[in-house]
């Protein structure tokens, strides 16, 4: 388990821990845009941090499908 702690990781738990669907682009987003820069960044990630990104990446992916289904049928629970 990795328990490192990232500056895009608060970001992300905020895109993760988000209850209001009407915030939830801007939390998936703000997260995108902190790992996007985090990948600029001179100093490149460790092996451990990419593998935490790709992670991150894929979980975001997964709630901005699953926010998705919410906009199609806000009445029908995830």
Partial sequence: ???RTYPWRTDFLCAVFETDHAKMPARISKATKAIDARLIDRDKPD????????????SLATLK???VLVLADPRKPL
């Fill in 65 to 67: 499908a699953e926010w």
């Fill in 47 to 58: 092996d451990v941090e990419s593998r935490a990104i790709q992670d991150a990446r894929t």
């Fill in 1 to 3: 388990m990795n328990t």
